[in-house]
């Protein structure tokens, strides 16, 4: 009988896990909005591999961290989608740099990313990624809060 209980409650956490997961996609694809993040920190190697980075919106300056394996430089610009409900669901788009042309992203950010090439890219991405853009998971210690 205990061997059942657990086994039903490992298929109930599981199912909660899918349902978060499923529904923080969806807020970020259905409320996401594409602002310029800036590497500030690079921790491949430490157990964490990620990026720190920092981005503004609406004249605040927030500092995030995602998972990636990708290897980006240290104070290059990524586009990166956040979740103006919920800025701690934000994730720097690594494979999509900044071109030289963009300094800077308007106050309200954009809505789709002003290349369309990526936006494109980026549209599939976040049809068919899931783990990567739900499994922003953030390490120990890391502040999402905004600067002061």
């Not at 997961?21 to 996401?32: H, I, R, S, V």
């Not at 004249?59 to 800025?87: A, L, M, R, V």
């Not at 991405?125 to 890391?142: E, M, S």
Request: hydrophobic share 35%; aromatic share 14%.
């Amino acid at each position: 009988m205990k061997t059942k209980t657990q086994i039903v409650l490992l298929i109930l956490i599981v199912c909660l896990v899918s349902f978060v997961a499923y529904y923080n996609k969806y807020k970020l694809e259905k409320n996401g909005i594409f602002v310029i993040g800036k590497v500030v920190k690079n921790t491949h190697g430490t157990g964490n591999d990620g990026f720190f980075f920092k981005f503004h919106y609406k004249n605040t300056e927030y500092d995030g961290w995602c998972f990636t394996n990708s290897e980006g430089n240290i104070g290059k610009s990524y586009f990166c989608i956040i979740n103006p409900k919920n800025i701690n669901k934000s994730v720097l788009l690594v494979d999509y740099p900044v071109p030289d042309s963009i300094s800077k992203s308007p106050y309200n950010g954009w809505k789709k990313i002003p290349v369309l090439d990526y936006q494109v890219k980026v549209d599939e991405y976040l049809k068919t990624n899931i783990k990567r853009v739900i499994d922003n998971v953030k390490p120990d210690g890391a502040d999402i809060s905004p600067q002061r």
